[in-house]
């Protein structure tokens, strides 16, 4: 096992931003096949490591990048400039639903899900009890997802990236819409995971929780990391810029 769980070098995305808008039929003819649009940088050379077995918190105002960087992570997005390495097996639970599907049932979502983040069926067959389980939404789970509230939807994404037990679990934002109880869960599993040496990556807003559960923090702004390092003296600082 290396020192070092995930490197990011130099990394920027961009995403095209197009400013006319078509308001009429004409316009569009008219303008041809021609669009007006500048590129954005979401992240703009980006450089951190995320040490083995720590937790990891990343931190920033609306916009300023985090989960563009999470996607990045979890081979969602690619880079436009610099690398992600990863050193050992990634599970990612983002944003609200995704890797979900609608009108499928909870029970076939787990199986979805599960083989999108590279888990066997026999393996999920095995683990399938446990998931429901932590996920406390048994009494749902022949229901489509579609009618599930957000809150259930995290717990039972949650549910099956934990059991994923990837060397590396990358969350966005899943205690901001889990209640008390699931949250409460969550950080004990982020404990257990570290207890096992594992790495757990995490956005969140909350600056109590990444007080508690972070050894480390990077701190974006504007696309730019600012800041990275060991957890209260990032978090300082990024709370006193906001003074
Ligand atoms: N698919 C996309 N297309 C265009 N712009 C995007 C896309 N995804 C993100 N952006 C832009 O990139 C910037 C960073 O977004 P990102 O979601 O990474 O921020 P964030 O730090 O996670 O914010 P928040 O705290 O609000 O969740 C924002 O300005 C956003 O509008």
Redesign the pocket.
């Known amino acids: 096992m290396t020192d070092i769980a995930v490197r990011v070098d130099h990394v920027s995305k961009s995403?095209?931003?197009y400013h006319e808008r078509n308001q009429t039929i004409k316009a569009a003819i008219m303008r041809g096949r021609t669009s007006v649009h500048e590129d954005?940088w979401?992240l703009d050379d980006v450089t951190f490591d995320v040490p083995t077995g720590s937790t990891f918190g990343l931190i920033?105002?609306?916009?300023?990048?985090?989960?563009?960087?999470l996607k990045c992570l979890a081979n969602i997005y690619y880079p436009n400039k610099g690398n992600i390495s990863h050193f050992g097996s990634i599970a990612a639970m983002l944003e609200v639903g995704s890797g979900f599907h609608s009108e499928l049932s909870g029970r076939d979502n787990i199986f979805l899900n599960g083989s999108i983040l590279g888990m066997s069926k026999k393996e999920i067959t095995r683990k399938y009890d446990e998931i429901v389980d932590f996920s406390g939404v048994e009494a749902f789970i022949d229901q489509p997802v579609k009618n599930y509230s957000s809150g259930m939807y995290v717990r039972l994404g949650f549910a099956v990236a934990i059991n994923v037990d990837p060397d590396i679990l990358v969350v966005d934002?899943v205690l901001a819409v889990g209640d008390a109880d699931f949250q409460a869960k969550c950080m004990q599993k982020f404990r257990d995971f570290k207890k096992a040496g594992k790495t757990v990556i995490l956005?969140t807003?909350d600056m109590g929780t990444v007080t508690n559960m972070c050894d480390n923090v990077a701190w974006?702004n504007h696309?730019k990391l600012v800041k990275v390092g060991e957890a209260e003296p990032t978090i300082a600082a990024y709370m006193d810029s906001l003074a």
């Open positions: 995403f095209r931003m954005f979401a920033g105002s609306n916009g300023s990048g985090k989960s563009t960087l934002e956005v807003h974006l696309g």
